[in-house]
């Protein structure tokens, strides 16, 4: 499941602990990393990454094949911890937390390999996602339309522009559908910041549209990441772009000044970008 999976069961936290945490989060920055480096053998694919996003900031992060954009995610989710440095999460060191721990703080990804339930339907993939996330999800009583996370599931399903599937087996749907039904799945139990990795890869230029309307109609205090190759999507859903080249950030600034930058376009744009 994207962005929501082996949750074990635990109690929920401390009241104490969670007003630390809201206490923490009301200042400073959603993800914060610092002098992060990720190296696997004597490859170094990430080196000495410094990175502030602000809490509902939407940011792309770009680059060429090999850039490091995918590790630069996996260490924000725990999924490849980095070798050196630390990340922060609104304010708290998360750095040694498993990705578990992470979600349950409200970060939350979507991946450039489907992990979708291709036999379950929309509203069921939609479902267990809503459910993976809540404090009842050991419980098998059988919900209702007006239960609170059957209401869920219904008001995510729209916002991704999914209604009209809402019964149809995933296997049966559009490569952009399951798209689109990633990210319906990414925004169960209310996150506070979500990683989107490579969302409109293989989309159809139809399909592209759907995608960047979905984006663009976030609620505003979703912060989010988003790592693209394809530049004209990503550039009018953010408001802020990192490059990156070979594990290092490159150049930092909004939308146009990065398209108007010599630099990038020789490296990534082929000399222009039109």
């Given at each position: 499941m994207v962005g929501a999976r082996s949750l074990p069961d635990r109690e929920e936290p401390a009241l104490s602990t969670i007003a630390e945490r809201i206490a923490v989060a009301g200042t400073g920055n959603a993800i914060e990393l610092r002098g992060v480096s990720r190296r696997f053998g004597g490859l170094a694919a990430l080196s000495?990454?410094?990175?502030s996003v602000r809490p509902g900031e939407r940011r792309a992060v770009l680059?060429?094949?090999g850039a490091g954009k995918t590790t630069l995610l996996n260490c924000v989710t725990g999924d490849f911890p980095p070798t050196s440095g630390s990340v922060r999460f609104y304010?708290?060191?998360?750095?040694?937390?498993?990705?578990?721990?992470?979600?349950?703080?409200?970060?939350r990804r979507t991946y450039q390999i489907s992990l979708l339930f291709q036999g379950l339907s929309v509203r069921d993939n939609v479902y267990l996602a809503c459910l993976g996330v809540s404090r009842?999800?050991?419980?098998?009583?059988r919900r209702h339309a007006r239960d609170?996370?059957?209401?869920?599931?219904?008001?995510l399903i729209a916002l991704v522009h999914l209604e009209s599937v809402t019964d149809r087996p995933v296997g049966e749907l559009a490569h952009g559908q399951q798209r689109q039904l990633e990210i319906a799945l990414a925004l169960a139990g209310a996150p506070r910041f979500i990683l989107f990795d490579e969302p409109a890869a293989g989309l159809s230029p139809n399909e592209r549209g759907d995608l960047i309307a979905i984006l663009t109609?976030?609620?505003?205090?979703?912060g989010y990441i988003i790592i693209e190759h394809d530049m004209d999507v990503a550039l009018r859903v953010v408001e802020s772009v990192t490059m990156m080249h070979n594990g290092r950030i490159f150049k930092e600034g909004t939308p146009r000044e990065i398209e108007a930058d010599p630099q990038v376009q020789q490296l990534y744009l082929g000399g222009g970008h039109g």
């Amino acid at each position: 499941m994207v962005g929501a999976r082996s949750l074990p069961d635990r109690e929920e936290p401390a009241l104490s602990t969670i007003a630390e945490r809201i206490a923490v989060a009301g200042t400073g920055n959603a993800i914060e990393l610092r002098g992060v480096s990720r190296r696997f053998g004597g490859l170094a694919a990430l080196s000495d990454i410094t990175l502030s996003v602000r809490p509902g900031e939407r940011r792309a992060v770009l680059g060429s094949n090999g850039a490091g954009k995918t590790t630069l995610l996996n260490c924000v989710t725990g999924d490849f911890p980095p070798t050196s440095g630390s990340v922060r999460f609104y304010g708290e060191d998360v750095t040694n937390l498993p990705p578990h721990e992470r979600i349950r703080r409200g970060l939350r990804r979507t991946y450039q390999i489907s992990l979708l339930f291709q036999g379950l339907s929309v509203r069921d993939n939609v479902y267990l996602a809503c459910l993976g996330v809540s404090r009842g999800r050991f419980s098998f009583a059988r919900r209702h339309a007006r239960d609170a996370i059957m209401q869920s599931v219904t008001s995510l399903i729209a916002l991704v522009h999914l209604e009209s599937v809402t019964d149809r087996p995933v296997g049966e749907l559009a490569h952009g559908q399951q798209r689109q039904l990633e990210i319906a799945l990414a925004l169960a139990g209310a996150p506070r910041f979500i990683l989107f990795d490579e969302p409109a890869a293989g989309l159809s230029p139809n399909e592209r549209g759907d995608l960047i309307a979905i984006l663009t109609a976030l609620p505003a205090h979703i912060g989010y990441i988003i790592i693209e190759h394809d530049m004209d999507v990503a550039l009018r859903v953010v408001e802020s772009v990192t490059m990156m080249h070979n594990g290092r950030i490159f150049k930092e600034g909004t939308p146009r000044e990065i398209e108007a930058d010599p630099q990038v376009q020789q490296l990534y744009l082929g000399g222009g970008h039109g």
